[in-house]
């Protein structure tokens, strides 16, 4: 459902993405790995179309149509979500009134009916409680003095209820202890289905004990250098980046 | 007292003012000598001495008045209304439910479309005088010591053209239980108009109150101005507790001036809320003084401007007294090449320790031509004080904008939601729940108009 062809982008003239190819089928969850600054973040970025970022070469195909043509809301309406590692906060609208304006935003995008209060309510209280979320996290402003994790719980509850056909997670698992990690795994968990893909960027192999990926990709220097199944994961920890960027360097060009 | 004044502005009162004011007094016919009338022709003579301001005087250095001042306005006698005016005013009535209404056409009280069901309060003319009271005397004497210590020029240009005052005076220890709203309905007949509403409310010791008061305007579309220099003098007695909301949505041809001057007694609490949204220039002078101790004062202001709008809020308050608390928050979004400005003085002087003043403003700018100039002022002269004050100018975040739209809202829907997120503390500190609707509603509409 998305293919990514030898992607190039620039964020003020500066090339972070050197040709990235990759390719992800209804149902996979790939991960991807890499140091601080190969460019994990900017895939993301670049994924759900924010326009600090210029794609400088290559194609994205998602669901058959090209991604670049679309700006970052008809992405969205077409199914792309992305976890953002630092979320906004918004202080005066309400997490709930927020929660039901982009649910149904997104229904009437779809075409289906929009949901009333009630029907709204029902939802968000079952979302809730699958990913063990207290309630009066609805009637806080959104993300307003909400603690790392919190923040991060609250991007799952959104991915939730929007549903979307690839959800990208940038450093979900960053500043997160292992209750909160947990939580947020399992609302992952509880998500993967066969028409649904997952791109989970993150530095450290912990989050992938618990969402074990279908494949890893390790990123470094705007590339992918090596892909692999959850074993690879397990070896970057084990050896550290150090190691890949040795044997890319082995390498015979 | 003496009320010889130096005048306090430089530029003289055109004369189709002065001729405004000799039209009124020439349909008067026996009414030349009744006391009210005495009270006009002391602010008509006032407002020559002190004069209209230009922008070369520091409180209007922001805000040109020559708009205002060049139309040339008629001072309509009772106009006839149609079913459709009365509409349009029982409609307007409706929005707000289950509240008392003051119907006031073109500045002038009118019995016949307002509803008053509380026996709390009492509504007075102040114009006719067939009735002796003790009340209306001591609103003319209040009225007199207004025109003696302002040096306000509108003030007296209000008292000086006002057809009709109202009193509305609250009762000692009641508790008006449904709001009253003040309704102004203007309407014109082909040439511009000018109104001049003067309510004037006392709220006896431990009673409460609460007012919306509103514009509207028929018909919609027309090429003459409405210029609407209101005044409200509101005395809030000991214990006394007296909230007022005003929701400005004139034509953007249009002008208003209004002027609000509030005292407060002892253990009393006066809260005031403007959103001021229509009209080409706007401009509010609020004045609060405080004359004892353990006071509550409240000050919220929201706007929007859009196209060429001018909105000014200039406001004073004076801490002469110690252990009084104020809190002070102007917020605003302003879009095309609109213009704002906010100048709000707070004095704590000497004896005023044990003060607790709070003042913010914050101003969204949605384009690149709109425009804001942001003064707030604190003077403390007193050392056991806690006070704070701020201005923030900022224009859209494009973090929380590609967030927004990241969750699958169009540009625009992201747009009014950061704007009206933006405009949120103010909305919030408006405690009755169908007031803030009203005025939710209206905002919303407005902040859709703008342009950016």
């Known amino acids: 459902m998305l293919k990514i062809k030898d992607l190039r982008a620039s964020v003020e003239d500066t090339e972070i993405l050197k040709g990235v190819n990759l390719e992800i089928k209804p149902g996979e969850v790939h991960a991807i790995m890499g140091p601080n600054g190969s460019g994990k973040s900017t895939l993301g970025f670049v994924l759900a179309g924010k326009d600090d970022y210029e794609v400088t070469g290559g194609t994205i195909e998602f669901k058959g149509q090209d991604l670049l ?30 929660l039901k304006m982009i649910v149904n935003s997104m229904r009437k995008a779809r075409g289906e009916k929009e949901l009333d209060s009630l029907e709204m309510l029902k939802l968000l209280k079952e979302k809730l409680a699958t990913l063990g979320m207290n309630i009066n996290m609805l009637k806080r402003s959104l993300n307003d ?30 500043g997160l202890d292992i209750d909160a990690l947990k939580v947020v795994a399992d609302g992952v968990n509880s998500m993967r289905s066969e028409d649904r893909g997952f791109l989970i960027i993150t530095h450290y192999q912990r989050l992938l004990n618990y969402i074990v990926p279908d494949v890893v990709h390790v990123l470094v220097d705007g590339k992918i250098v090596k892909s692999g199944d959850k074993n690879l994961a397990l070896e970057l920890e084990d050896k550290g980046y150090d190691w890949i960027k040795e044997n890319k360097a082995a390498q015979p060009a | 007292m003496n009320s010889s004044v130096i005048p306090k502005y430089q530029t003289e009162v055109p004369g189709h003012f002065r001729s405004l004011f000799e039209s009124l007094e020439s349909r008067l016919n026996g009414e030349k000598d009744l006391v009210f009338h005495q009270l006009r022709k002391k602010g008509s003579n006032r407002l020559l001495q002190i004069g209209f301001p230009t922008t070369r005087n520091e409180d209007y250095k922001y805000t040109a008045l020559n708009r205002v001042f060049n139309e040339n306005y008629y001072l309509p006698e009772q106009v006839s209304l149609d079913e459709q005016d009365e509409k349009a005013i029982r409609e307007t009535a409706k929005k707000c439910p289950e509240t008392d209404y003051i119907c006031f056409v073109n500045g002038r009280y009118t019995p016949s479309l307002s509803s008053i069901s509380s026996k709390d309060y009492t509504v007075l003319s102040l114009a006719d005088q067939s009735e002796e009271s003790e009340l209306k005397k001591e609103a003319f ?11 306000n020029p509108f003030v007296q240009l209000n008292t000086a053209l006002c057809e009709d005052p109202l009193m509305i005076h609250i009762k000692e220890g009641k508790k008006v239980e449904k709001p009253i709203q003040l309704i102004h309905y203007y309407k014109t007949g082909g040439e511009s108009v000018i109104a001049c509403p003067q309510i004037f409310v006392v709220a006896e010791e431990n009673s409460e109150v609460n007012f919306l008061e509103t514009h509207l305007t028929r018909p919609e579309t027309r090429s003459e101005k409405i210029f609407a220099n209101l005044f409200n003098r509101i005395v809030v007695e000991s214990g006394a507790s007296v909230v007022h909301h005003k929701i400005q949505d004139l034509g953007t041809e249009d002008f208003i001036i209004h002027n609000m001057v509030a005292s407060q007694e002892k253990d009393s609490h006066f809260y005031a809320f403007t959103a001021d949204l229509g009209s080409r220039i706007t401009r509010n002078n609020l004045e609060v003084h405080l004359k004892n101790s353990f006071t509550q004062t409240d000050m919220f202001g929201l706007f929007v401007g859009g196209a060429r709008q001018h909105i000014d809020n200039q406001t004073y308050l004076d801490h002469a007294i110690p252990n009084c608390e104020s809190r002070e928050w102007y917020k605003g979004v302003l879009g095309g090449r609109s213009r704002g400005v906010f100048n709000g003085k707070v004095l704590v002087r000497q004896d005023a320790q044990k003060t607790n003043a709070f003042q913010q403003n914050n101003t969204l700018l949605v384009s690149d031509h709109a425009r804001m100039d942001s003064k707030p002022q604190l003077e403390i002269y007193a050392d056991d004080v806690k006070c704070s004050h701020g201005a923030t100018i900022g224009q859209m975040d494009s973090e929380i904008l590609f967030y927004l739209k990241s969750r699958g809202l169009n540009e625009q829907q992201a747009g009014e939601l950061v704007k009206i997120a933006f405009l949120a503390e103010v909305f919030e500190s408006v405690d009755n729940e169908h007031i803030r609707k009203v005025i939710a509603d209206v905002v919303v509409d407005n902040l859709r108009e703008i342009y950016e």
């Open chain 1, 145 to 174: 003095g909400f603690s790392g994790g919190e923040k991060k719980r609250n991007e799952i509850l959104q991915m939730a209820v929007l549903e979307p056909t690839l959800a990208i997670l940038d450093e979900t698992d960053s």
């Open chain 1, 69 to 98: 043509e679309l700006d970052p809301d008809e992405r969205a309406r077409e199914g792309v979500f992305l976890g953002f590692q630092y979320p906004v906060e918004i202080p005066g609208v309400s997490n709930s009134n927020f």
């Open chain 2, 141 to 151: 004497q209040h009225i007199e010591k207004n025109l003696d210590e302002s040096d």
